[in-house]
């Protein structure tokens, strides 16, 4: 299985909510018996958010938006539900953590990196509160950490390749199903919309 090293090195910089995407990936793998990481669409995840966390998942699980097992759904809530085909056997897990209380300075260089301060002072103590914030991430027991649930579901559909065609205004092509008329004219979605 990848580490988190590996999932950071894909997303660019380490940061709690990439270490909470990693400890949801790993269970979900290991809840799944996922032995590798889907290469098509055996397993699809459900990501209530579009925040760090998904880019460790995409990297443990295989599940991409652009092969299509990776959905969407802007809820903002720190939920991830994952199936398997042809079973149809799920999880779903969220978030139920508790992260360790912050201390009246560190809430303070906070507020002043948040307001655009990038001392050498603020920068050590906004590095450290991240720090802190991801070892306790990792270092916690799945029950302290994740809220699972097991199920059964019926799987959506497996991703469809539709043909493109021409936007009769701009020229450029889109997929079929996302063409709209305008004007008696095919168009894509932001020439209807313009």
């Not at 990481?37 to 295989?62: F, K, M, P, R, Y």
Request: charge should be negative.
């Amino acid at each position: 299985m990848k580490t988190f090293d590996d999932v950071v090195k894909f997303h660019g910089h380490s940061c709690p909510g990439l270490a909470f995407g990693y400890r949801v990936a790993v269970a979900a793998v290991k809840e799944l018996n996922m032995e590798n990481i889907s290469e098509d669409e055996e397993v699809v995840a459900i990501v209530e958010n579009d925040l760090c966390a998904v880019d460790a998942i995409q990297v443990l699980t295989g599940c991409t938006f652009g092969k299509g097992n990776l959905i969407f759904k802007d809820y903002g809530k720190q939920v991830y539900t994952f199936m398997k085909r042809p079973s149809g056997d799920a999880i779903r897990i969220s978030i139920d953590f508790t992260l360790p209380e912050e201390t009246e300075e560190e809430k303070e260089m906070w507020k002043r990196y948040s307001e655009g301060d990038r001392s050498e002072d603020v920068l050590k103590a906004v590095h450290n509160r991240k720090a802190k914030k991801m070892k306790a991430i990792l270092d916690a027991s799945d029950s302290e950490l994740l809220k699972i649930t097991r199920f059964r579901i019926s799987l959506p559909p497996e991703a469809r390749i539709y043909p493109s065609i021409r936007c009769e205004m701009c020229g450029e092509k889109m997929a079929e199903p996302k063409a709209r008329v305008k004007d008696g004219r095919i168009v894509c979605i932001p020439c209807f919309e313009s």
